[in-house]
């Protein structure tokens, strides 16, 4: 499973970063968790609303942080 | 209206109850406390709720669409733009990637900076507020200022023609396709979905609110009214301009300055100056800034600060003129 944030470096960016590794670490997932922060790259992959959740290539949540029970959710429906 | 039994309620608490005179600072800072508090967050989660329910219907990439159909700077499409700005689900995180969304999609620089004045300025945390301190009438005109500025600095904007004033590499960005909105959600999914964002806005401003509803207490209790007119009542030509400077760097803590701003026009301060300085404080924000530069050249950047800035001045001195 490929897990991808898309933010340009502000504060719920990070706060989603760390509610995702936090959920990925509880379900003891094996995804691949990768950190978009190049805006070129964000634009490139079609996101204007940040921060955003892609999950195996599917937008998932855009322009908010989901709580780390709702990632947990949203990665249990992916898995 | 429909706080009058908490009133009356918080009355029978400080005055029978505790005993506390009617004319005593203590009592009165407490009554306006507790009154307060209850009033402003009951109005706030109404407020919240129903703007982050309302906004559940609109997306980003939906006003990019819609915007970019209509090309052409028009007067219809700065208002078009500004009317969205506050529909629109926004923060100041994304105001970036919306920029270059927007201008990729062929939207005219002006329009797309009508879109980036009203939403932050004309937002559920700022409206909730000013309907709890001022009233329902105060935040409509609040409303209507907003979206003056926004129309018009827009305008104005796009007519200076600073399009060579955008980063370039702006211009060589391609906005790919989406991963997709997933399923359409149902009403119920709306209301719960609406309910939960809400409740994480109020959890995060809560403290802030109480703070600052706290300090304005104190000065209820002990600061007479009017006490300020002298120094920023509508007499002060320079209490607008004042009101605006300090207002910028002030970004994260728009819920706590509120109370503030409404026991200050009790102490005297003239209500455009209240106003102009919480558009200054939503608008003009100093971390919007930092991350504007990085797609518009400082000249641009001067220009949108100038330009929204004066508009805010001019609601300001508006007000003062008119409501004396």
Redesign the interface.
């Known amino acids: 499973m490929k897990v991808e944030i898309f933010g340009n470096g502000c504060a719920k960016c990070h706060q989603l970063e760390k509610h995702v590794t936090e959920a990925v670490r509880e379900m003891d997932l094996t995804a691949e968790v990768v950190k978009v922060d190049d805006i070129v790259e964000i634009m490139n992959r079609g996101i204007i609303f940040t921060p955003a959740l892609v999950i195996d290539g599917e937008t998932k949540v855009a322009g908010r942080v989901p709580s780390v029970k709702e990632i947990r959710e949203l990665l249990t429906a992916g898995a | 209206m429909v706080f009058e039994p908490w009133q009356a309620a918080v009355d029978w608490f400080t005055y029978s109850l505790l005993g506390l005179s009617p004319t005593s600072p203590a009592a009165s800072a407490l009554n306006f406390f507790l009154f307060d508090t209850v009033k402003i967050f009951i109005l706030l989660v109404v407020i919240i709720f129903a703007i982050t329910f309302i906004r559940s219907f609109f ?3 939906k006003t ?1 669409a819609w915007l970019a159909e209509r090309k052409g700077s028009t007067v219809v499409g700065n208002g078009l733009a500004a009317l969205l700005g506050i529909v629109t ?6 105001a ?3 920029f ?2 927007f201008v ?1 999609a062929g939207i005219p620089l002006g329009v797309t900076f009508s879109f980036l004045i009203s939403a932050p300025m004309v937002n559920e945390i700022a409206l909730g507020m000013l309907w709890g301190l001022f009233g329902w009438q105060i935040a409509l005109i609040y409303i209507a200022a907003g979206l003056s500025i926004a129309i018009v600095a827009g305008i104005v904007i796009g007519r200076l023609g600073m399009e060579q004033y955008v980063e370039e ?1 702006v211009y ?11 399923e359409k959600p149902t009403l119920r999914e709306r209301l719960v979905g609406s309910w939960e ?1 809400s409740l ?1 806005i109020l959890k995060r401003i809560w403290l802030y609110v109480v703070i600052g509803i706290g300090i304005g207490a104190l000065m209820h209790g002990w600061i007479p009214a009017g006490a300020l007119a002298e120094y920023a009542g509508p007499g002060n030509p320079l209490s607008v301009i004042i009101a605006v400077l300090i207002g910028i760097p002030l970004y994260s803590n728009a819920a706590g300055i509120l109370p503030l701003v409404s026991e200050l026009t009790r102490a005297g301060v003239a209500l455009g100056t209240a106003l102009a300085f919480m558009m200054a404080v939503t608008a003009l924000s100093l ?1 919007e800034m930092i ?1 504007l530069r ?1 797609i518009l050249k400082p000249r641009l950047l001067a220009v949108f600060i100038g330009v929204v800035g004066t508009g805010i001045i001019a609601v300001g001195y508006l007000f003062n003129w008119i409501v004396r």
Do not use: M, T, W
């Open positions: 997306s980003p990439e990019r689900p926004f923060c100041s995180c994304s970036v990637p919306l270059i969304g990729e590499y060589q960005i391609r906005v790919g396709p989406s991963g997709g909105e997933g964002a994480d971390p991350l990085k």
